[in-house]
């Protein structure tokens, strides 16, 4: 069946834009995670949500970055006035049920902010 | 101290070799534990769940030791497809945040 998918696979874009990334998990998966990985780093956690709710958001860095999945499947991450320092690959998960044993990762979208 | 330490490597070893990666874990409350595999420029997976009494599957041997906050992977008989970056990771609670160590380089040379 159908993993993980992610969009774009790759984005571009300069200081100070509005980015947005998105997420499809495998059908059926109600907890959807986002992490963040830098080069020669192993990911780290950002947000998850169980169903359309974000359980835990401790890992956004700060108030530019926010996530929504309004209908407990797609989720978007946001990212408003892009710095260079959010150059990273951005991971998304999901899995059958919340704290379930494996999480399937997406192939991620590679972000470059010049 | 970052929550999980491990070893950046790389380690470069001949094929059939015997290579073992470790990780230390600072959170006496982690819950479960994992060692992922990322493929350069690919998607972390899933390569096997660690528990307390060890567990094996075909040539790789994972080991939990609670007391010391210590994780181990043994890899035997290396295989060239064997060369990827092993990330140790675990779970502190019921949630499903995973928290990934730096991963350990593995090359494997004919």
């Known amino acids: 069946g159908a993993g993980v998918s992610q969009t774009p696979s790759n984005k571009v874009t300069e200081k100070g834009k509005y980015v947005e990334l998105r997420c499809d998990p495998i059908?059926?998966?109600?907890?959807l995670y986002w992490y963040r990985q830098s080069l020669g780093q192993g990911p780290e956690f950002l947000i998850y949500?169980?169903?359309?709710?974000?359980?835990?958001d401790s890992g956004l860095p700060n108030d530019r970055f926010f996530a929504v999945r309004p209908e407990g499947s797609v989720s978007t991450l946001k990212i408003q006035r892009t710095e260079r320092g959010d150059s990273a690959v951005y991971l998304c998960?999901?899995?059958?049920?919340?704290?379930?044993?494996?999480?399937?990762f997406g192939p991620g979208t590679r972000l470059t902010v010049l | 101290r970052k929550e999980v330490e491990q070893d950046p490597g790389p380690f470069n070893v001949p094929e059939g070799a015997t290579v073992a990666f470790n990780c230390t874990y600072s959170?006496?409350?982690?819950?479960?534990f994992f060692w992922y595999r990322q493929d350069c420029r690919k998607e972390p997976k899933l390569l096997m769940s660690?528990?307390?009494s060890g567990n094996e599957d075909g040539r790789f041997t994972a080991q939990l030791n609670r007391a010391s906050q210590y994780i181990s992977l043994l890899i035997r008989d290396s295989k060239l497809s064997d060369s990827a970056t092993y990330l140790c990771?675990?779970?502190?609670?019921?949630?499903?945040?995973?928290?990934f160590g730096q991963g350990t380089t593995l090359q494997v040379k004919p």
């Open positions: 949500f169980q169903g359309t709710g974000a359980a835990d």
């Open positions: 998960a999901s899995s059958l049920v919340e704290g379930g044993n494996e999480q399937f």
């Open positions: 660690v528990y307390s």
């Open positions: 959170n006496s409350a982690s819950q479960s």
């Open positions: 990771v675990l779970r502190s609670s019921n949630t499903g945040k995973l928290i």
């Open positions: 059908s059926g998966h109600t907890a």
